[in-house]
């Protein structure tokens, strides 16, 4: 079984999250982690910025891992459309590997015009992995409907199956309870919610961490579901050991 494991993914300048969650995650469950760097970020007079790569030197990154035999894919924040499109062509000619899809609709720090409007992009992608795992405000961008209720998050994540996903795990964090964050888990057939009390600490690289976290386990054999539940804890027990800058300081 191969330990190496590919992160497609951006620069955190902070370190909280991207890249470097992606690489932390992967280094904690024993696995090399290869990376793709899809864009970098920086704090600017104009605020947070997402500075794209170009296309092209994406196609070169993943033009030079194709022989490289991964374990399991994980894709993060796809800036553009051009950059996406890579992204896809190398997953579509690594049909057999796992792929873990963080669709980055919105981001913590700022709500990029640009890539909100990539969500016709990303639906392109379902057919093609193994899970997505969309936070409450993704999901709605992308099943095209609002998510006010768990009975909405229901629909949502059907919607999101049939739209091509195999398997769907929308983070709904505490925006139903104050004191409970509550995740949803679809498989297309029943519906699983996972529950866990509210952390205070600092959650920057939440998403990114959970998200690879689910690749990592997936990577090692773990049935999705399992692999799910376990990256539930895993970043529960990150961001109780959190610093100033994100949930990756655990290790």
């Known amino acids: ?87 896809l062509h190398f997953v579509q000619n690594h049909k057999d590997t796992p792929v873990v899809l963080d669709p980055v609709l919105v981001c913590k720090e700022k709500h990029d015009l640009e890539v909100s409007s990539l969500r016709d992009e990303l639906v392109k992608f379902f057919p093609y992995v193994t899970i997505i795992t969309p936070n409450l405000v993704e999901a709605q961008l992308l099943a095209q409907m609002e998510i006010k209720t768990l009975d909405d998050m229901k629909a949502a994540a059907k919607k999101l199956h049939e739209l091509g996903a ?31 009390p509210i952390l205070g600490g600092n959650n920057i690289g939440a998403g990114c961490t959970f998200a690879s976290s689910i690749a990592s386990k997936i990577a090692k054999s773990e049935p999705v579901e399992e692999a799910v539940r376990q990256s539930k804890d895993f970043v529960r027990d990150a961001i109780s050991h959190a610093d100033d800058y994100g949930v990756n300081q655990l290790f």
């Open 166 to 196: 195999r398997y769907v795990v929308i983070k709904g964090g505490s925006r139903f309870d104050d004191k409970e964050a509550i995740d949803l888990f679809y498989d297309g057939k029943d519906f699983t919610f996972l529950r866990a």
């Open 1 to 87: 079984m191969s330990s190496h494991i590919l992160a497609i993914s951006g620069n955190d300048i902070f370190s909280g999250g991207g890249l470097h969650a992606d690489l932390t995650t992967f280094a904690a469950n024993k696995l090399h982690g290869f990376l793709a760097v899809s864009c970098l970020t920086a704090l600017t007079s104009n605020g947070f910025e997402v500075i794209p790569i170009d296309a092209t030197v994406v196609k070169q990154q993943l033009d030079s891992l194709v022989d490289v035999d991964f374990a399991a894919i994980k894709l993060g924040l796809l800036p553009n459309v051009e950059v996406a499109e890579q992204a």
